[in-house]
């Protein structure tokens, strides 16, 4: 089996450095050109003050399409404003906490870095995924190859590099500039990600037989 697409938006988009109004368009565009798992609201430290005017505008686009709308780090905003889920860092306590406030179908996500042994620690906690940096792809291998716990791969990927990393086994891939900066547009990076990853499918099921 292949990984789905998955989706984190510019960081800047919550602190006024890249305009909602002017995004939006993109944003919709890229949730109906194909097939996308997630969307992750990227969350920086510091000025967050469109934050919950993001997550109203962004969120019912993303639901309508399918796909699941997480936000980083703000486990507090989830439940008011609807949201299906949360991603943290791979703290066990926090993920303990989290889930005792959220209910049993929110999900739960944790940015492990590179770290195995954060993974394993989150895993343990309950999270529902691991999210590993595809700077150490042995432990992405690792991880798929091991564990039940979904792991979503992120960092740095690209359509360049895209079927590399979907051969590590995690169950998603997360793109981020490689869809907003794309110069064909966004409709067009989405669906090249999907044929992508279409085409691994494919190999994977024909091995297989």
Request: aromatic share 6%; with cysteine.
């Given at each position: 089996?292949?990984?789905?697409?998955?989706l984190?938006?510019?960081?800047?988009?919550?602190?006024?450095?890249?305009?909602?109004?002017?995004?939006?368009?993109?944003?919709?565009?890229a949730?109906?050109?194909?097939?996308?798992?997630?969307?992750?609201?990227?969350v920086?430290?510091?000025d967050?003050?469109?934050?919950?005017?993001?997550?109203?505008?962004?969120?019912?686009?993303?639901?309508?399409?399918?796909?699941?709308?997480?936000i980083?780090?703000?486990?507090?905003?989830?439940?008011?404003?609807?949201?299906?889920?949360?991603?943290?860092?791979?703290?066990?306590?926090?993920?303990?906490?989290i889930?005792n406030?959220?209910?049993?179908?929110?999900?739960?996500?944790?940015?492990?870095?590179?770290?195995?042994?954060?993974?394993?620690?989150?895993?343990?906690?309950?999270?529902?995924?691991?999210a590993?940096?595809?700077?150490?792809?042995d432990?992405?291998?690792w991880?798929?190859?091991?564990?039940?716990i979904?792991?979503?791969?992120?960092?740095?990927?690209?359509?360049?590099?895209?079927?590399?990393?979907?051969?590590?086994?995690?169950?998603?891939?997360?793109?981020?500039?490689?869809?907003?900066?794309?110069?064909?547009?966004?409709?067009?990076?989405?669906?090249?990600?999907?044929?992508?990853?279409?085409?691994?499918?494919?190999?994977?099921?024909?091995?297989?037989?």
């Amino acid at each position: 089996m292949s990984p789905r697409l998955c989706l984190i938006t510019p960081p800047e988009l919550v602190s006024g450095g890249i305009s909602l109004d002017s995004f939006l368009e993109d944003f919709e565009a890229a949730l109906s050109a194909g097939d996308v798992a997630s969307v992750l609201l990227a969350v920086p430290h510091g000025d967050c003050e469109f934050l919950e005017a993001a997550i109203q505008a962004l969120r019912p686009i993303a639901q309508n399409a399918g796909a699941a709308f997480l936000i980083e780090g703000k486990a507090e905003l989830v439940r008011p404003l609807l949201c299906d889920g949360v991603q943290v860092a791979a703290d066990a306590k926090a993920i303990k906490q989290i889930r005792n406030r959220l209910s049993q179908d929110m999900i739960i996500g944790a940015d492990c870095g590179t770290s195995r042994h954060a993974a394993m620690v989150a895993g343990e906690a309950g999270c529902d995924y691991v999210a590993l940096d595809t700077q150490e792809p042995d432990a992405i291998a690792w991880w798929a190859e091991l564990m039940e716990i979904p792991c979503i791969a992120y960092g740095n990927v690209s359509l360049e590099n895209v079927r590399e990393i979907a051969a590590l086994g995690p169950e998603f891939v997360a793109a981020d500039q490689a869809v907003w900066q794309h110069p064909g547009g966004a409709v067009e990076a989405v669906e090249a990600f999907n044929a992508l990853l279409s085409a691994k499918r494919k190999v994977t099921k024909s091995r297989s037989t």
